[in-house]
Antibody, heavy 117, light 109 residues
Framework: EVQLEESGGGLVQPGGSLRLSCAAS????????MNWVRQAPGKGLEWVSH????????YYADSVKGRFTISRDNAKNSLYLQMNSLRDEDTAVYYC??????????WGQGTLVTVSS | EIVLTQSPGTLSLSPGERATLSCRAS???????LAWYQQKPGQAPRLLIY???TRATGIPDRFSGSGSGTDFTLTISRLEPEDFAVYYC??????????FGQGTKLEIK
């Protein structure tokens, strides 16, 4: 069974930093590209970032480019999102999501990031 | 950037009825890259349909997808109580990589 478990969310002040982690199990993590997708409270879904299985290809949404960094450790079956210079509008549930042929086929349960003073 | 517009914003129907949800793209989208997701309160989204019309693993056959170009439709042939949720369409592109519609809330009438 595919499982994705996010951690690392919490309350942070504007301008602060936070590192999210996603532990993957139930599939060969090193064979799949991965994404982070977020959802602000009461709002829709917004794709944040993508990393290929080998980390060779990385993409970001314009809204986070230059502030967020996606990475992975295939030996640890883990995906990460380093978030710097956080803003109020970054407040959201962040989902770790598996990429499969131009669609997202599995999602974690999400971790809440709240940016507030 | 391709914008996906879903309609209606809210759809009120009764169990047993047929639901038709629309997703319109601002530019032509490859059918191969159009997907639909279901999200229930407090839960992560779940993949329903990919390639515009192919059901994902374990999705009941009352769910069907159709369309091409700029107009796509998700149809639920006969609503079950567990189908009341928010539905999102999504397309795969270049920049940004994934774009979602704003969602359609399917509520019990």
């Amino acid at each position: 069974e595919v499982q994705l478990e996010e951690s690392g969310g919490g309350l942070v002040q504007p301008g602060g930093s936070l590192r999210l982690s996603c532990a993957a199990s139930g599939f060969t993590f090193s064979s799949y590209s991965m994404n982070w997708v977020r959802q602000a409270p009461g709002k829709g879904l917004e794709w944040v970032s993508h990393i290929s299985f080998s980390s060779n290809t990385i993409y970001y949404a314009d809204s986070v480019k230059g502030r967020f960094t996606i990475s992975r450790d295939n030996a640890k079956n883990s995906l990460y999102l380093q978030m710097n210079s956080l803003r109020d509008e970054d407040t959201a549930v962040y989902y770790c999501a598996r990429d499969y042929y131009q669609r997202i086929d599995y999602w974690g349960q999400g971790t809440l990031v709240t940016v507030s003073s | 950037e391709i914008v996906l517009t879903q309609s209606p914003g809210t759809l009120s129907l009764s169990p047993g009825e047929r639901a038709t949800l629309s997703c319109r793209a601002s530019q032509s989208v490859s059918s191969s890259y159009l997907a639909w997701y279901q999200q229930k309160p407090g839960q992560a989204p779940r993949l329903l349909i990919y390639g515009a019309s192919t059901r994902a693993t374990g999705i009941p056959d009352r769910f069907s997808g159709s369309g091409s170009g700029t107009d796509f439709t998700l149809t639920i042939s006969r609503l079950e109580p567990e189908d009341f949720a928010v539905y999102y369409c999504q397309q795969y592109g270049r920049s940004p990589m994934y774009t979602f519609g704003q969602g359609t809330k399917l509520e019990i009438k």
